[in-house]
Nanobody, 114 residues
Framework: QVQLVESGGGSVQAGGSLRLSCVAS????????MGWYRQAPGKQRELLAT???????HYTDAMKDRITVSKDTAKNSMFQQMRNLKPKDAAVYYC????????WGQGTQVIVSS
């Protein structure tokens, strides 16, 4: 079973930036489409972006134009650069596959103060 570890979250002021990282225990980023998700308190987990096996990227409307996803398949890693953060972006951020979901990691918490 693939294990996923997210990191890079923290507390920032509105307008700030963060770079999140996701490391997988196996070589998954070159084999299956992976995505970034987030879950805010009291809300359902939502998909933010997908990174298929190639170089394509797809962003949902949730944070479109404010995030950029990249991968380093040699290091079993995926990254999400977030900019112009808003208080509504406060959530726990996760990475996971898009189709066959692996076990969820602990996520990384993002706090945005106004």
């Amino acid at each position: 079973q693939v294990q996923l570890v997210e990191s890079g979250g923290g507390s920032v002021q509105a307008g700030g930036s963060l770079r999140l990282s996701c490391v997988a225990s196996q070589n998954t980023f070159s084999k299956t489409a992976m995505g970034w998700y987030r879950q805010a308190p009291g809300k359902q987990r939502e998909l933010l972006a997908t990174a298929p096996r190639g170089s394509d990227r797809h962003y949902t409307d949730a944070m479109k134009d404010r995030i950029t996803v990249s991968k380093d398949t040699a290091k079993n890693s995926m990254f999400q650069q977030m900019r112009n953060l808003k208080p509504k972006d406060a959530a726990v951020y996760y990475c996971n596959a898009v189709s066959t979901i692996y076990s969820w990691g602990q996520g990384t918490q993002v706090i945005v103060s106004s």
